[in-house]
């Protein structure tokens, strides 16, 4: 959604309170990337001291080696040791004291013990007799009690339901705001946004996630806002999908011209749903268009259609005004503070089935609108 660097400027604001732009951020790691790197200059120039002392070191111990009055065995089984240790381990440990000599090396049975056989005998680890052969055991009859039956299996969940906008009692399928013209019998459609019918299988990728605090601020937080309806639940209905909006083609105005928005759904429940779609500016709600669907039975499925919903007069003026700013920096710039919140939920118990909350840019791809899925967390 957010480059790396404005999203720790966003996680530092969250946690401390502390505003940093991306450029203070970006500033900051390559700082820190210097001083890993005068770090890690100063670990080398150390190692190589430290195999300097360490040669020192073994060529001392050789020479006390040599003064001691140790048997030729004794002396390789030491040298052996002190060839095995570490540069770090010679420099900082003393390996051997002079007045304290190696130990001879341990051997076992150093003498053959009474009633034991001796070094050029072969030596078992117990005795065993031959083999016999065992009387068959006498079967005595077993009572079995019965099993009890098995549990069920647990129900899996839909294959969709970790990969698209979908809570267990509602899913999104298909979602587009658009401009339609109608000139000399001819009609044209352009797609503003269009997330577009999919059919994951279990090869797909669950959804990415994004912690849901931070895009509290870019939301209204009166009353029905998303942090208050994220606190009430279910969280596994809660999204967050990034729009780069197409905005290539010529905006226009008259009666030929029709902008409006569509969206399906499926269910698993034969209920109303309300429709509730905020626009917010700077964090603070501007406008709010409430629907009202009812549920239509079709392939097993209850299937919900809002069909060429007409879009609001400031949504339309909105667009006009985005459309006419030079750049694309600049339209981008003001899309940054510019979010839409939808809620679906149960007309009759109030329960949120599926939150979906906005955010966009413009496209800069020659394919049109994209969209990118996250799901919302609270970690």
């Known amino acids: ?117 001796g070094h050029s005998q072969d030596i078992k680890p117990f005795a065993q007799p031959p083999y016999t052969t065992l009387p068959a055991p006498v079967s005595t009859p077993i009572s079995y009690e019965p099993l009890p039956p098995p549990r069920p299996a647990a129900i899996a969940a839909p294959v969709w339901q970790d990969r698209s906008i979908a809570s267990p009692k509602l899913r999104l399928l298909e979602y587009s705001a658009f401009m339609e013209t109608h000139r000399d019998r001819e009609t044209s459609k352009h797609l503003f946004v269009h997330i577009s019918p999919s059919n994951p299988g279990y090869t797909d990728p669950v959804l990415e996630s994004i912690d849901v605090r931070q895009i509290y601020d870019k939301f209204s937080e009166k009353k029905g806002g998303l942090k208050e309806l994220y606190e009430k639940g279910p969280h596994n209905a809660f999204f967050l999908v990034k729009f780069w909006a197409d905005l290539s083609s010529d905006v226009e105005e008259g009666s030929g011209v029709f902008y409006g928005v569509s969206s399906q759904y499926s269910g698993t429940e034969n209920i109303t749903i309300s429709v509730s779609t905020k626009v917010c500016s700077f964090g603070k709600q501007v406008v709010e268009k409430v629907e009202t669907e009812y549920a239509h039975m079709e392939g097993g499925k209850y299937m919900f259609r809002i069909h060429r919903s007409p879009m609001c007069e400031y949504m339309i003026n909105f667009i006009h005004k985005l459309k006419h700013l030079p750049e694309k920096y600049m339209m981008n710039s003001v899309l940054e503070n510019f979010t839409i919140l939808q809620v679906v939920s149960n007309r009759e118990t109030q329960e949120t089935l599926l939150c979906i909350a906005f955010v966009f840019e413009v496209s800069n791809s020659e394919h049109g609108a994209q969209y990118h899925v996250y799901r919302l967390v609270n970690d």
């Not at 001291?49 to 111990?61: D, G, T």
């Not at 090396?105 to 009633?115: E, I, L, Q, T």
Request: aromatic content about 6%; overall charge positive; hydrophobic content about 35%.
């Open 1 to 117: 959604m957010y480059g790396r660097n404005e999203l720790i400027a966003r996680y530092i604001k969250l946690r401390t309170g502390k505003t940093r732009t991306r450029k203070q951020v970006s500033s900051h790691i390559q700082v820190l990337a210097r001083k890993r790197v005068r770090e890690y200059q100063a670990s080398i120039k150390v190692s190589s001291h430290l195999q300097v002392l360490a040669k020192r070191k073994s060529r001392e111990i050789q020479s006390k080696l040599k003064a001691m009055n140790l048997d030729q065995v004794s002396k390789d089984k030491a040298l052996q040791t002190v060839a095995n240790l570490s540069s770090a381990q010679i420099v900082s440990a003393s390996v051997m004291k002079p007045q304290t000599p190696f130990p001879p090396p341990v051997r076992f049975w150093p003498s053959p013990m009474p009633g034991q056989p």
